[in-house]
């Protein structure tokens, strides 16, 4: 068994004592080990159990600086070790088990009203015209069954037959069959000729009501004789006796069985390791790429559907780049997955802002580039503020007080320090030697006072801005660099993870590196298509929207393609790791200033689409503003769900003041 040691506060996992070594040793020999600041930290250190080898792995990337955070399972786990609600989701479906008391709630009849009514509509239609072809006449009366099945399924049952079982009973008189006398030569193939029927039953099962259909075929037809006798029982088969029924059963295989619509714990089912929300949105994925690149000209669906069908889709391919990123870190060394967290990390984000850039570079505005940076900065406040106020607040009503590893929460903080500087440091150089400049100046005549009334006043930027800002991009690339050596080789005590020495069971794992790497690279080209339809179907709600496009930018885009992580936080905040919901939010902010602006940066340089790194007063004061009030949160490595309150309620203001401020020059 593998075991994962880390200081988590007064966390409910079980406890242990270890050295770096990972044996376990006395008090005594602990204390002489950390001395008396180390003997501190070791008793609140907390053991993490996992199923194998590459769980472990998994677990230890989680705490690793700069790694994405991820909570689903890279390999099937035993379901004999899960809890009995897991185990109803992954029972056998044959077994059926029939629920107690009405089966008329909320959800089935959601059901009725979203999807029964069409579906069994469908078969509805299809009936008449199988009456209609006289032969197709049995499929019709299936096709009325089916239909009235799905208007309400709920305590029934659909049965797939299996091989033909005769029973020991009396046979009707016509099904006798009375051997004749055959010439000699023909005696040993008569013996093994046989009349078989191919059998496929569909049977539709409720309290009140058994109906099967059988269907049999006679095969070989050898003669003329054998032919009659084939019609004969084909007549007989199709409108067949309850006698016959008797000596001629399906062993049936339940197939379909469904009690209830909904299900507050549907959302734990995965298939293949990918949670069963991700997969039904695929085909929303395939949806969007169809509308969008087949009705260029919005003949049958609006600008405004394809926007939302695109950058709903971002969200299964944000959920499966994150499963390709933590399969292929589990299962390979430190190097390979700095490279795959640092390469596919950001990619949702960075594919977005390019296309973005590109798309206003096309139109010949700067209202795209303003977009650009308001998410960038919707990302930063959402990851600073709501991801861990969320995350405190709903670990907080379950547990009353949490606890994290302060020390790395505040390496964790310092570079939040140091990206916030040096990202909105261009625009203070603007501001202190910038000149400023004003549009729409009128004159006020007979007023000594005030000559001129100007609007739009904003500073020039001065020629030196360029290389302030390569010089910046460089720094925070290096900073990053720093943190990861800082975090991983030098202060690594400071996570203080170790893997014991011990043997887990078997794994499987629902992912290869081949295969995580070709998901990857699916997800990226379809995360570009779906970004670039996002883009070209943005421009009503820029040029026509009575929102501000600022607020349109820090929330929708900026936040959809986190919900993933959100998830994820939420997550480990109700297992009581709420040093990994803060981790999350930590880790994309760090990454937005220091990989996502400097690639953004770089690609400007190589090819120009007028992205400056010059923001508003807005994001300037309300991104400030964020990192002093988590540093003060974070101060004290404890937390409840009133200090993730005041977070969310932080946030939900700043949005506020996005919602009502002016929208930017550009967009006008």
């Known amino acids: 068994m593998f075991y994962l040691v880390f200081p988590c506060g007064n966390c409910s996992y079980t406890c242990a004592l270890l050295y770096p070594g990972g044996h376990g040793v006395s008090p005594r020999s602990m204390a002489s080990w950390y001395g008396d600041e180390g003997w501190h930290e070791a008793t609140t250190k907390t053991t993490i159990r996992a199923e194998n080898e590459v769980e472990a792995h998994r677990e230890a990337n989680n705490y690793k600086f700069g790694f994405r955070k991820w909570k689903g399972n890279v390999t099937e786990r035993p379901i004999e070790g899960r809890s009995e609600i897991i185990k ?60 009235c099945y799905f208007i309400w399924p709920f305590g029934k049952s659909i049965e797939k037959a299996g091989e033909v079982v005769r029973r020991p009973v009396a046979k009707p008189p016509r099904c006798e069959v009375i051997p004749e006398e055959r010439d000699t030569d023909d005696t040993k193939d008569d013996q093994h000729f046989k009349t078989k029927c191919i059998t496929k039953c569909l049977k539709i099962k409720s309290t009140c009501e058994v109906t099967e259909y059988l269907i049999c075929v006679s095969w070989p037809i050898k003669s003329v004789k054998w032919l009659f006798i084939y019609f004969i029982t084909k007549i007989w088969c199709v409108f067949i006796s309850c006698s016959l029924l008797q000596t001629l059963m399906c062993e049936a295989k339940v197939i379909l069985y469904c009690n209830q619509a909904v299900n507050w714990y549907y959302y734990k089912y995965a298939v293949q390791g990918i949670n069963i929300f991700a997969l039904n949105l695929l085909p929303l994925v395939l949806a969007s790429l169809v509308i ?26 944000s959920y499966f780049i994150g499963m390709g990123i933590a399969s292929i870190s589990a299962q390979s060394n430190f190097a390979v997955g700095a490279v795959v967290n640092a390469t596919f990390g950001s990619i949702t984000e960075i594919t977005f802002y390019i296309t973005a850039l590109l798309q206003g570079q096309r139109a010949v505005t700067k209202c795209y580039e303003e977009i650009v940076k308001a998410a960038l900065t919707g990302t930063l406040l959402g990851c600073i503020l709501f991801i861990p106020g969320i995350c405190m607040i709903i670990g907080g009503i379950k547990h009353r007080e949490q606890r994290f590893n302060s020390r790395s929460a505040g390496v964790s903080s310092a570079l939040l320090f140091i990206s916030i500087g040096g990202v909105f440091a261009p625009t203070l150089f603007s501001k202190a030697f910038g000149n400023l400049v004003c549009d729409s100046c009128t004159n006020i005549p007979g007023n000594a006072s005030v000559s001129f009334t100007c609007k739009d006043c904003h500073y020039d930027m001065v020629g030196s801005i360029k290389p302030l800002v390569y010089t910046i991009s460089v720094l925070l690339s290096g900073a990053y660099l720093i943190g990861l050596i800082f975090t991983l080789k030098t202060h690594s005590h400071i996570y203080d993870i170790h893997i014991s020495d011990g043997h887990g069971g078997d794994h499987v794992v629902h992912w290869s590196r081949w295969r995580a790497l070709a998901v990857l690279i699916v997800a990226t080209a379809l995360m570009a298509c779906c970004a670039d339809l996002s883009t070209d179907n943005i421009e009503p709600m820029l040029t026509h929207s009575a929102i501000s496009q600022y607020f349109i930018g820090v929330t929708l885009i900026a936040m959809v393609p986190e919900l993933p992580e959100i998830v994820n936080g939420i997550q480990f905040a109700l297992q009581n790791n709420i040093s990994l919901s ?87």
């Open 292 to 317: 969008g690149y087949t009705d260029k000209d919005h003949n049958y669906f609006s600008s405004e559907t394809k926007f939302a069908t695109a950058i709903t889709s971002i969200i299964p391919l």
């Open 582 to 668: 803060l981790e999350v939010g930590s880790c994309i902010a760090v990454q937005v200033c220091m990989i996502q602006i400097p690639v953004l940066i770089v690609f400007n340089a190589f090819y120009d689409v007028g992205f400056v790194l010059v923001f508003s007063d807005i994001h300037l004061w309300a991104s400030i503003f964020s990192v002093i009030l988590v540093n003060y949160i974070f101060m004290d490595g404890k937390c409840d769900y009133f200090q993730g309150t005041a977070l969310v309620v932080v946030y939900l203001i700043l949005l506020a003041l996005y919602f009502f401020a002016p929208s930017p020059r550009s967009c006008w």
């Open 88 to 147: 109803e989701l992954y029972s056998d479906l044959s077994t059926v088990k029939h629920q107690e008391g009405s089966l008329i709630t909320v959800g089935n009849v959601a059901y009725v009203f979203l999807f029964g009514w069409w579906i069994s509509l469908f078969y509805f239609l299809i009936c008449p015209v199988m009456f209609l072809t006289v032969l197709g006449a049995v499929y019709g009366k299936l096709c009325w069954k089916m239909g």
